[in-house]
DNA sequence: CTGAAAGCGCTAACAA
DNA sequence: TTGTTAGCGCTTTCAG
């Protein structure tokens, strides 16, 4: 059960020497296939599996990919599902390779950065995937001038790696079902301007009324940060100044206060109005009414994010193209198209 | 920034040898206090962090955690919150040590042994957090049998170092809020018997009951999967074949469907049916009505096992108590207590 | 109590 | 294309 095979093993049992049989089973191309074979059948023979300290040690470079958490995202993955999904899109991309996938966080917004400072100089990360930290280049500026490869989650403002949703399109698909269901005012409750998706999903929402005909309302335009408690309040407070039949919400855990405060304005979703919002979450499945909303897709955000951080660690960076995941409406009650099901 | 202090400059530093200063550093005791202190300041001043990889290879333990989610329990960690608060708190056990966390997973039941026994020939973990593997004594034994240090979460059937909440008191406070009530005939809706945890809170119910002089009726205990679908068919089944005015529901994903069952059987929770559940979730708080609910503690639950599984990793074994974490009560709508509160 | 030397398993640089 | 040699940075003998 201890495997401890050495690559000294695999090396005498196929004959050849050590440095040979780990330039063959690395794929450096100057072996021949005909002793690539004998290597890899002999490795295989025998079980053998690199051990990853040694590993490390010689090469430079750790074999575990750490998922940094910005405390500025802590919200996201208190809320439902995204944070599970995220991680097992990763996780399914590291698997069958020699990396694991390490958890990094941090609590406080200022700790973080020292955090990623430390990380970068703890030699413990091949590389790291950053969930996006907002427009704070603070962070990136941290990771850009250390040598630890990177990607970002969500799109930053610079040039770097990175996945993201094509907000603009998630905010269009989202606006346009509004706009489906008949409706001409449609409000917009957004997060804080530090996000760079919300300046996209904005842009979608404004697309979405342009190619429908319709008037951009800037008093339809709210603002509320990323939380239950603040949503309602600010929809408590915009939705009784102004009119609308239908509500586009950023967050999922923001269409829950937004949900509560116009119920106590009298208005019932989707009665009342109809609202659309976004991330596939249990907390949309599972709320009453169970909300609509644009799936983010964070399995596959995930899944990308490694995979194209592991070739840039590797050194196969295919000229670092953008990577972007679409988004698909979830059509559920809370946009007023069908009623409650239950399984 | 790119730290690349070795022990040897550290030891030069202090001037003493390498080895001398590995030894002060790891804390061996025959240092001497005058040195040990030395080596330390050094360390500081030049900002030493040991290199794991090196550290891996010459001390043969990796400086890296793993947390194993069986598929078997799966379904606990795309329910609301737990995995959050679990990795939490782990996470901020290995904070500050010399430690990073790993996530391991397995999607299938029989991948999971698979994946067990190539984590612990792989040498990539100094030790493994299990989330613990129901009756299925399989996934133990080849812990057991191989050298990996490990702790479960929960309480397995033999003699293994293990991580739990004491259940027979999660049962016993869940069901003493539903008697403080005034409801005399309670129901209890477990999970499968593969769970240790069912049968331990299935004590707690019965101790609750009989501590306060009401009869323990088989015919009230019902078992489900935890799923929701599989608690709305069970509740919907057996809720109309019996009178009760309370229910403990042994998990918050099973609470959502038995509400929808008893909704669809004419009652409403609370105020046809009291209903308390276990685990304090998002979904149990967010969930109309919400959900009174035991705390698991899974922040300390995490917390713990980690730092017991590093003292295991090492060496500093205190003997192997059983920790145990307590539970709490969270009151909220669903036993009938208060109304529904917003911030 | 401290130091010198060896070696963990691998890969990198060089020779052949 | 392959083999030889020399470390990577740490801990671990084993002397002193």
């Known amino acids: 059960m201890n495997n401890s095979t050495t690559i000294q093993d695999v090396a005498k049992e196929a004959g050849v020497a050590a440095s040979t049989a780990s330039d063959a089973l690395n794929g450096k191309s ?62 399914e991309a590291v698997e069958g390779t020699d990396y694991s996938l390490s958890l990094q ?50 799109r930053p403002e610079r040039d770097a790696l990175y996945v993201d949703n094509d907000n603009v399109e998630v905010g269009k698909v989202a606006t346009e079902h509004l706009i489906e269901h008949g409706h001409e005012k449609i409000a917009f409750l957004s997060g804080p301007s530090r996000f760079t998706y919300v300046e996209d999903r904005l842009n979608g929402y404004r697309r979405a009324l342009e190619s429908n005909g319709l008037n951009f309302d800037e008093d339809l335009i709210w603002n509320s940060e990323l939380v239950e408690s603040a949503a309602y309040k600010t929809v408590k407070k915009k939705a009784q100044k102004k009119e609308f039949g239908g509500i586009f919400v950023a967050g999922d855990v923001q269409a829950v206060g937004a949900i509560h405060a ?18 596939n979450s249990q907390l949309t499945m599972h709320f009453h009414p169970s909300i609509t909303a644009v799936d983010l897709h964070e399995y596959w955000l995930g899944n990308w994010a490694a995979d194209r951080l592991i070739q840039e660690i ?3 960076g295919k000229g670092r193209p953008k990577v972007v995941v679409p988004g698909d409406l979830i059509v559920r009650e809370s946009c007023g198209c069908r009623p409650e099901e239950r399984d």
Chains 1, 2 share one sequence.
Request: aromatic content about 4%.
């Open 30 to 91: 100057h072996v021949s296939e005909e002793t690539r074979l004998k290597v890899v059948q002999a490795a295989e023979k025998l079980d053998y599996r690199p051990h990853p300290g040694a590993k490390h040690l010689s090469s430079g470079v750790a074999q575990n990919l750490g998922l940094f958490v910005s405390a500025t995202r802590k919200h996201v993955f208190s809320s439902t599902g995204f944070f599970n999904k995220l991680i097992k899109g990763i996780h």
């Open 105 to 154: 966080m941090s609590e406080t917004e200022s700790g973080a950065a020292d955090k990623l400072r430390s990380l970068a100089g703890s030699r413990s990360l091949g590389g790291l995937i950053i969930t996006h930290p907002t427009r704070n280049s603070e962070l990136l500026d941290i990771l850009e001038s250390s040598d630890l490869p990177f990607i970002v989650l969500g």
């Open 314 to 316: 590797e050194g196969e």
């Open 262 to 279: 116009l119920k106590d304005l009298g208005k019932e979703v989707p009665n009342d109005v109809g609202l659309v919002s976004v991330c």
